[in-house]
């Protein structure tokens, strides 16, 4: 069979969050995703590769945005591993290769390279987290909180989560929404509940004799206080604050994450496969924190379930021990395009199947998809 009969599938659908989702860089009232499927000749719909693009509508979170994304796609990357499956050998070495070898990119590379490994793992029956190394059967997982419009509002969401069975609670800060909103869940809901915060990058380092007040409340680490390129900032707050300092945004890839470690600039790791360029690298850069005792958790950007089941297998891998931003599909969605995730005693369960288990459920994809392109 000749590579001209791979079918690849850029796919855009818009799926209604169950609330809001704001942050310190805008707020989301839905998720507007783009879907891969690498469907190699002979594959069904059982076999076909999927992969869900990290990239969001707007380029507020990360450089890449979904019209960016698809121009790389197609432009450049689809047409590159048409090329490479054409040729002799094994599809995979040579691709992330080829793509290793290309600049930039991440959220397109990732998408790309996982769809081509969700379909080989299909086509012989081995689930990713086999294929990625992990053995953890069922993963601690906590909730990421936006910003709500009070704390009344917040205290009811904290609630309803804690009731749900979440094992920590992630809040999302910015400057003038930090030490009220601490304060009030620390009263409401006691010093023994695992709580966190995510900055995305809100302050800057005159900001840091205000952030050494945050040690007081005992949180399990602050994430992501200043912009990504700010190694040195990161290093001059966690040298003098003692909650531990969390880097999402600024680890974009393996050497990132080796000099913010050298410089001391983190203390755990938020690790987004997506932002790195792929699964095989977040494992690198899983092995690299592992081998420097700095622990790891899987972070998340909404997720539907394609997303969601991948990045379970990557969280049974043994460094992440710190609970993930991988939550239960009724967090986020009131229908997912493929099969629910259920909290089970605040844990959650990779699928058994082979690649990343998710069974794409065609017809709430069909009722969600607001464009469909053959590349
Ligand atoms: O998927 O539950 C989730 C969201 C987790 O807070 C979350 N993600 O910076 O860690 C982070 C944010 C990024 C998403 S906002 C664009
Ligand atoms: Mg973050």
Known sequence: MSSGDIEVELREAELPLVRPFRTSRGVETSKRVLLLRW???????????????GADPEPTYYPEYIATVRLALADVLVPMAREIAAGDGPLLPRLRAALADLPGMPLAKSALESAVLDAELRACGMPLRTYLGGDRERIPVGVSVGIPDSIDELLDWVSGYLDDGYRRIKLKVRPGWDVEPLRAVREAFGDALPLQVDANQAYRTSDIPHLLGLDAFGLLLLEQPFP?????????????????????????????????????????????????????????????CAAHGVPVFCGGMLETGIGRAMNLALACLPNFTLPGDISATSRYYERDITQHFELVDGHLVPPE????????DHDVLDDVTTAVTML
């Open 39 to 53: 469907s190699p000749p002979g594959s069904t719909a059982a076999t076909a590769g999927w992969a869900e693009c």
């Open 228 to 288: 990504a390129d700010d190694l040195l900032g990161h290093a001059r707050l966690a040298a003098d604050l003692a909650t531990p300092v969390c880097l999402d945004e600024s680890i974009t890839s393996v050497g990132a994450t080796a000099a913010a470690i050298s410089l001391g600039a983190t203390d755990s790791v938020n690790i987004k496969p997506a932002r790195v360029g792929g699964y095989p690298i977040a494992r690198s850069i899983h092995d690299l």
């Open 353 to 360: 199947g082979p690649g990343s288990g998710a069974i794409v």
